[in-house]
């Protein structure tokens, strides 16, 4: 079974602190992703990557910074918390081009910033 | 540019009914795939069907069948005998078929089954 899990399910900071959320993948996926989810909002694509060191912005990337070393693993940066980041913070892989063309997701950490 | 709309942000159903989740979508493309992702409460999202755009036979998986209009740029759910395992925010999703693998999500259907 794939797996992608994420550091931490819960997560609060302070306005002002360096977040980094880590998420970490054992299918060999070329792709991966981090997304913000908040109610009504549906899912918004922050950063992907498409290969080690690499990184494409998404919908909403202003505020977030990402870092990918190897290939497993994809981590989200929030250089500076503020309270309009608190969210539920959703990482998926994926292969690019295969058949099934579906993206696994982590279990989420929701983020709350104080 | 791509959107998907859901017009359900929520939904009932009764137990052992039939429901049906309404998304409509707008591309000029030609190739492309489309999703029901459905997000358990606390628990992963997971894919529920897939239907690629080529294909003209809707796409089932078990309870969950799917109505694919591509003229009308419609792709709803159908979710037969419901169960209460099935109580999930469902959300609607398109993709094209090129490197980058973006996946674009409606807003979500809040789906309550009521026993």
């Given at each position: 079974d794939v797996k992608v899990t994420q550091s931490s399910r819960y997560l609060v900071k302070?306005?002002?602190?360096k977040v980094f959320l880590e998420c970490v993948q054992d299918m060999d996926h070329e792709n991966m992703f981090w997304y913000r989810?908040?109610?009504?909002l549906g899912l918004r694509l922050i950063y992907f990557s498409y290969d080690v060191k690499m990184k494409e912005k998404g919908d909403?990337?202003?505020?977030?910074?990402?870092?990918?070393?190897?290939?497993?693993?994809?981590?989200?940066?929030?250089?500076?918390?503020?309270?309009n980041q608190t969210s539920m913070y959703l990482c998926?892989?994926?292969t690019p081009g295969q058949a099934s063309y579906e993206q696994y997701f982590g279990p989420g950490t929701r983020l709350t910033v104080t | 540019a791509q959107t998907v709309t859901q017009s359900?942000?929520?939904?009932?159903?009764?137990?052992?009914e039939t429901v049906t989740l309404s998304c409509t979508y707008d591309t000029s493309e030609s190739d492309y795939y489309l999703f029901w992702y459905k997000q358990p409460p606390s628990r992963q999202m997971i894919l529920v069907i897939r239907q690629e755009a080529y294909k003209q036979q809707n796409a089932t998986?078990?309870?969950?069948?799917v109505n694919f209009q591509k003229a009308a740029k419609s792709f709803s759910l159908k979710i037969s005998d419901s169960q209460l395992g099935d109580a999930a925010m469902y959300f609607c999703a398109y993709?094209?078929?090129n490197?980058?693998?973006?996946?674009?999500?409606?807003?979500?259907?809040?789906l309550h089954i009521l026993p």
């Open positions: 302070r306005t002002g602190e989810q908040d109610p009504g909403i990337p202003e505020g977030y910074s990402v870092s990918r070393e190897k290939k497993e693993r994809f981590s989200l940066i929030l250089e500076s918390a503020s309270t998926a892989s994926g | 359900q942000p929520e939904m009932s159903v009764q137990e052992a998986e078990n309870r969950f069948s993709g094209q078929m490197r980058d693998d973006k996946i674009i999500f409606g807003k979500g259907t809040r």
